[in-house]
């Protein structure tokens, strides 16, 4: 399985980017897509995520200013994020993750950087 993330780049604050990321290879189904975040000598953090059935989960800062979404026939997940701020600063990562018979899997794409300036 291989995740292609793209659409970062720089942005003033109180802009938007949408960030696209393009799952090929076997995917079982139903699953799970994610964006994540990281900053230099910090945990990833999750950002969003998204289950097969469209249901959202988003961390409390983002809350209100990003919305994630996917399209499942195409393996796309997006991410729409709006009133950009500095502290969103940070190298976006895409996740896609199952469990099947137990056993979880779990893939990350390259990453793609966002960069908000004050």
């Known amino acids: 399985v291989q995740l292609q993330a793209s659409g970062g780049g720089l942005v003033q604050a109180g802009g938007s980017l949408r960030l696209s990321c393009a799952a090929a290879?076997?995917?079982?189904?139903?699953?799970?897509m994610g964006w994540y975040r990281q900053n230099p000598g910090k945990q990833r953090e999750l950002v969003a995520d998204?289950?097969?059935?469209?249901?959202?989960n988003y961390a409390d800062s983002v809350k209100g200013r990003f919305t994630i979404s996917r399209d499942n026939a195409q393996n796309m997940l997006f991410l729409q994020m709006n009133d950009l701020k500095p502290d969103d600063t940070a190298v976006y990562y895409c996740?896609?993750?199952?469990?099947?018979?137990?056993?979880?899997?779990?893939?990350w794409g390259q990453g793609t950087l966002v960069t908000v300036s004050s």
């Open positions: 290879g076997s995917i079982f189904s139903p699953n799970v």
């Open positions: 998204i289950t097969y059935g469209g249901s959202t």
């Open positions: 996740n896609l993750n199952w469990v099947r018979r137990a056993n979880r899997y779990g893939y």
